[in-house]
C-alpha cells in the first residue's frame, strides 16, 4: 500500500559552530519517519536562498530559527499531508509557491529544504531502498573524489591566510576509501610539518589548520607539497591540490584586498596572473572563486586563461541555481559548479542545477557548509547524481567525518561494483 505523508514537525538544534538550524521530521501513515538537520554557511553569495533567522536579540545573538520551525509545523505541514512522499518534485514545487517569493525569504529556505530532505528519505525508507539509490536509480554506483580541506583562511578562520580553504585531492587512488587514507595521512603529514615549524595545529570551521603562517598563502601551497612528499606521495600525480579563495571576501572597490598575507592590492587581471603562476608551480586542478561574485569580467578572464588546463568552479556567483548556472554555462564564466543543497532550498532544484552542468559537459562538486551538522545527506546525494567531487572539509571534526564514513559505508554496499569518480 502506497504510504502518505501524516505529520511534518521541526526542532532547533545546534550546527557545528553553536548557531541554531533546522531538525525536519517527516512521519508517514506506515511508522516510517525521514529526518533532516540543514546546515549554515559563513561565505554566502548574495544570491542565495534566504535563511530565516528570528532577529530577535535576546536569543542566540538574533540567530533562533524558531519562526522556521513554526513554519514547518504549520504552514508547510498542513499543506503537505496526505501526499504521496515519492512525489519529489510536486512536493517542492508546493513549497516553493506557497512561500511565494523569488529566495524563499518567507517561509525561510532552512524550513523548506528541511522538509525536502527529510521527504526524501522517508520515501527512501518506505521504498525500503537506501538513499542513494532512491535518488539515483540502479546506476547509482560512482563515489566521489574527495577534496579535503586542510589549510583554513578567510572568513572559516582566523588565520594570516587570505584564501579561504587550501584543499588535496587524492586524484591518483584506485577507489573511495584509499582517497580517503591519501588524505589523512597527508593531514597528519602536513601536521608534523606544521608543528615542526612551531606553527599552531589548530583547525577552522572545517576541520583544516589554521596557522598564522609568515609566507602567506604562498607558503600554504609550500606546504601542502611538502606534506604530499613527506606522505609518501607524488604531488600531481597521487594527490593534487585545489583552492577555494572565496575571493568576494576580499574584494572592495574593485580590487581584491590581500591585507592578511600582506601582499596588498590587486586587480583582476593581477589574480588572473597570480593564479597562473601558481598553477605553473604548484599541482593545482582546481580553483573555485578566484574572482568575487560581482567581477563577471574576472571569472571569464580566468576561464579564458586557465579554462583548458584546470577546474575553473563557480560558487558565490552561481549559489546553485540553475538560471545563473544557464548563464555562466553561455557565457562561459567558468567551467563547473559547486553544488550546495541550501543554496537553492529544494532536492528537486538541486538536481536541476546538475543535470544543466552535466549536458554542458561542466564538472559538479557536491558541498557541505562551514557551520554543519551530523547529517549525511549530502554524501548518498553525492553518490545518487554519479559522484562528480565532494567537499566535506578536513578529515577531523566529526561533523565532516560522518560524511566520508557514510561514502565508505556506500562503498561497502556496493562491493566490487564501486567506482571513484563521475
Not at 533546522?22 to 548574495?46: F, K
Not at 595521512?185 to 608534523?192: D, I, N, P, V
Not at 609550500?222 to 612528499?229: F, G, H, P, R, S
Request: charged share 20%.
Amino acid at each position: 500500500m502506497t504510504a502518505h505523508i501524516e505529520n511534518i514537525t521541526a526542532l532547533e538544534i545546534l550546527d557545528s559552530r553553536g548557531f541554531p538550524t533546522v531538525r525536519v521530521n517527516v512521519l508517514l501513515d506506515n511508522g516510517i519517519v525521514g529526518t533532516a538537520s540543514i546546515p549554515s554557511g559563513a561565505s554566502t553569495g548574495e544570491n542565495e536562498a534566504t535563511e530565516l533567522r528570528d532577529d530577535d536579540p535576546s536569543r542566540y545573538g538574533g540567530k533562533g530559527v524558531r519562526q522556521a520551525v513554526e513554519n514547518v509545523g504549520n504552514e508547510i505541514a498542513a499543506a503537505l499531508t496526505g501526499f504521496d512522499p515519492i512525489r519529489q518534485a510536486q512536493i517542492d514545487r508546493v513549497m516553493i509557491e506557497l512561500d511565494g517569493t523569488e529566495n524563499k525569504s518567507r517561509l525561510g529556505a532552512n524550513a523548506i529544504l528541511g522538509v525536502s530532505q527529510a521527504v526524501a528519505r522517508a520515501a527512501a525508507q518506505s521504498c525500503g531502498l537506501p538513499l542513494y539509490a532512491y535518488l539515483g536509480g540502479v546506476g547509482a554506483r560512482y563515489l566521489p573524489v574527495p577534496m579535503m580541506n586542510v589549510l583554513n583562511g578567510g572568513k572559516h578562520a582566523d588565520s594570516s591566510l587570505d584564501f579561504q580553504e587550501f584543499m588535496i585531492v587524492p586524484v591518483g587512488a584506485p577507489n573511495f576509501s584509499e582517497a580517503l587514507r591519501y588524505g589523512a595521512e597527508t593531514f597528519q603529514a602536513l601536521k608534523k610539518i606544521l608543528h615542526g615549524k612551531g606553527y599552531a595545529t589548530s583547525v577552522g570551521d572545517e576541520g583544516g589548520f589554521a596557522p598564522q603562517l609568515t609566507g602567506g598563502n604562498d607558503e600554504a601551497c609550500e606546504l601542502i607539497v611538502a606534506a604530499i612528499e613527506k606522505a609518501g606521495y607524488t604531488p600531481g600525480k597521487d594527490i593534487a591540490i585545489a583552492l577555494d579563495p572565496a575571493a568576494s571576501s576580499f574584494f572592495e572597490g574593485g580590487m581584491y584586498r590581500l591585507t592578511r598575507s600582506k601582499q596588498g592590492d590587486k586587480t583582476p587581471a593581477d589574480m588572473v596572473a597570480l593564479f597562473k603562476s601558481w598553477v605553473d608551480k604548484y599541482p593545482i586542478v582546481s580553483i573555485e572563486d578566484g574572482h568575487a561574485e560581482t567581477d563577471e569580467a574576472g571569472f571569464k578572464a580566468m576561464t579564458a586563461a586557465l579554462g583548458d588546463r584546470i577546474q575553473i568552479v563557480g560558487d558565490d556567483n552561481l549559489v546553485t541555481n540553475p538560471k545563473f548556472i544557464a548563464r555562466a554555462i553561455e557565457e562561459k564564466s567558468c567551467n563547473a559548479a559547486l553544488i550546495k543543497l541550501n543554496q537553492i532550498g529544494t532536492v528537486s532544484e538541486t538536481i536541476d542545477a546538475i543535470h544543466l552542468c552535466r549536458k554542458a559537459g561542466w564538472g559538479f562538486v557536491i558541498s557541505h557548509r562551514s557551520g554543519e551538522t551530523e547529517d549525511t545527506f549530502m554524501a548518498d546525494f553525492a553518490v545518487a547524481m554519479g559522484g562528480g567531487q565532494i567537499k566535506t572539509g578536513s578529515v577531523c571534526r566529526s561533523e565532516r567525518i560522518a560524511k566520508y564514513n557514510r561514502l565508505l559505508e556506500i562503498e561497502a554496499e556496493l562491493g566490487a561494483a564501486a567506482r571513484l569518480g563521475a
